[in-house]
């Protein structure tokens, strides 16, 4: 017969014969197959001194991306909380007063901005649907906490820092192809989210 | 006279026990160790260099930990058990002879603190009361588990007790006709190693010795994965921490038993020709030392083996492990037995 692995072993009820009946030779094999693994590679990874490599597109932490003046990105459209199966984005926004150029690109941005990262799957649907750029999932990790309130990052932690060498890296996962992917106007999220689709939807609602 | 006799034996009181709670508390780390580096893993290895505290932690937190004496418990009896346990564990290592005797200002000192001429039996009868430490903790603990536990261990311990003592009466006849370890260690000096005349006593012996110490595959008195931890279900911090390391103490004190009668404990090859290489003197202080450090080197590799076969075996189950001892350990040891009745009797070495 055609057998699908070749580990496939036929079961006999025949007698066992003397040597199988003592079960030494048996102990004696499988401590010789114990031992054998004293001298193998040891498999463990010392995890704070060493990580194990991840992915270059690695969904992680979250970073709220400046742009090359220093300015928010973030323009508090609330799409990436829409986005979100998780639920885990809240912000609240507010207007940009005249003078703030520098520190907000546009004229309404996100005076609070928070996300849940005990509710947040790392799924990147929000990044895919920031219409700035704005929001990106990078390849650090979410640090442990002792209390389930400082999981929930404020834009302390989730803005990078507005020096140039501090800047959080997301050129692996914006990439050229993805930013042209980015452009094409019947992009999903683009149909999903446009003020029309929302405006269709509340009124099937009502 | 007197006094530097009190000296000695209390000195080597104290370092024996010292010994045998050190190599104990070394014993949790190594296994720990073993167990990860024929698992592929590293083992514990954060606390202090290559994780050497490990044991120190482990015995602070075992103190530090809340102590629960259940309120339907037996309390006098539900602290006795782990004391017994522990105090018959450590008056195992009292027969033993660590190295050879040596002449210090004139007196003849034994690196043994008593060499009673009934050693074994006294060794047989210490390990025995220890089951009532055992016994005496399932049983007042006042917990179904912990008393199914207590039976199992019991039922298994005084099984296993007779099939050794018929290894060790073997032993005996071929040794000699002496029970003091002492003679019995000092007839391996000229000879072979009394391996060579009993291998199959020793085989039963060590197996026996694997179920008395509970060490796996004969591990059912704890079975962590199956009773919620057997006969000591119900107790926590350092009395739990007694039991275990009872168990470790046991391990090594079974160790230096086997090295002993079977391997010529403190004798090894070429031992006469190697002192007299290096020019020592009969009676020196060195020769025992160099005894006493090859023969450790024996035990130590006694409880490595005994680590081997815990992470190598999977457990018995409880009728298999009867099985075992009443069916075909105690025949096969009979069977030792007058074989080496029969040829000592050839050789002329027992008249009926």
């Known amino acids: 017969m055609l057998t699908l692995t070749n580990r496939k072993k036929v079961v006999s009820n025949k007698e066992q014969n003397l040597a199988e009946k003592i079960y030494l030779p048996a102990v004696i094999k499988g401590m010789s197959i114990t031992i054998s693994h004293l001298f193998k590679k040891k498999a463990t990874i010392q995890y704070p001194e060493e990580e194990r490599p991840r992915a270059p597109v690695y969904r992680g932490k979250h970073v709220l991306k400046r742009d090359e003046n220093g300015a928010e990105r973030c323009t508090a459209c609330g799409l990436c909380a829409l986005a979100c199966p998780a639920e885990a984005i809240t912000m609240v926004a507010a207007e940009r007063k005249p003078g703030e150029e520098h520190l907000y690109r546009e004229e309404k941005y996100a005076k609070e901005y928070y996300i849940n990262m005990l509710r947040c799957i790392f799924c990147g649907l929000c990044e895919e649907a920031c219409p700035k750029e704005a929001i990106f999932l990078t390849d650090r990790l979410v640090e442990p906490e002792f209390w389930r309130e400082d999981f929930i990052y404020g834009k302390d932690k989730l803005v990078e820092p507005i020096e140039k060498d501090k800047r959080i890296d997301v050129s692996k996962r914006q990439t050229p192809a993805v930013l042209e992917f980015k452009k094409i106007p019947g992009l999903r999220h683009n149909i999903l989210y446009s003020p029309k689709t929302i405006s269709n939807k509340k009124k099937q609602n009502h | ?352």
């Open chain 2, 1 to 352: 006279m007197l006094t530097s006799f009190l000296i000695v034996k209390i000195s080597l009181c104290v370092v024996v026990f010292a010994i045998s709670l050190g190599i104990a508390a070394y014993s949790t780390l190594w296994e720990r160790k073993f167990a990860a580096f024929l698992q592929d893993r590293i083992g514990p290895n954060r606390t202090g260099p290559g994780g050497v505290l490990q044991p120190l932690a482990d015995g602070g937190k075992l103190f530090f930990k809340e102590e629960i004496i259940p309120d339907v418990s037996n309390k006098f009896l539900f602290i006795l058990g782990p004391s017994l346990f522990m105090i018959t564990a450590l008056m195992t290592g009292v027969v033993i002879p660590w190295g050879k005797d040596f002449i210090w200002n004139g007196q003849r000192i034994a690196l043994q603190i008593t060499d009673i001429n009934v050693g074994i039996l006294y060794l047989l009868g210490v390990v025995s009361i220890g089951v009532y430490g055992i016994m005496i903790g399932g049983w007042a603990s006042n917990n179904k588990y912990a008393l199914l536990g207590a039976l199992r261990a019991s039922s298994q311990m005084i099984s296993y007790e007779i099939a050794m003592g018929i290894c060790i009466i073997a032993l005996i006849i071929s040794a000699g006709g002496t029970l003091s370890i002492k003679e019995i260690v000092e007839q391996q000096d000229a000879g072979y190693a009394n391996v060579v005349y009993q291998p199959i006593g020793f085989l039963l012996f060590f197996i026996c010795a694997l179920a008395e110490t509970n060490r796996a595959p004969f591990d059912l008195p704890e079975t962590e994965s199956e009773l919620v931890g057997g006969y000591h279900t119900e107790y926590s911090s350092m009395k739990l921490g007694l039991y275990l390391f009872a168990e470790y103490i046991n391990m090594f004190i079974s160790s230096a038993v086997m090295s002993a009668l079977y391997f010529g404990g403190y004798n090894f090859p070429f031992a006469s020709e190697i002192y007299a290489a290096l020019g020592l003197q009969e009676g020196s202080l060195a020769i025992s030392l160099i005894g006493a450090a090859v023969y450790f080197i024996k035990i130590i590799i006694f409880i490595n083996v005994f680590m081997w076969i815990r992470w190598t075996l999977p457990r018995f189950r409880f009728d298999q492990l009867m099985n075992l001892g009443w069916r075909y350990l105690i025949p096969l040891s009979l069977l030792n037995l007058v074989i080496t009745i029969v040829i000592e009797y050839i050789r002329g070495n027992i008249n009926i």
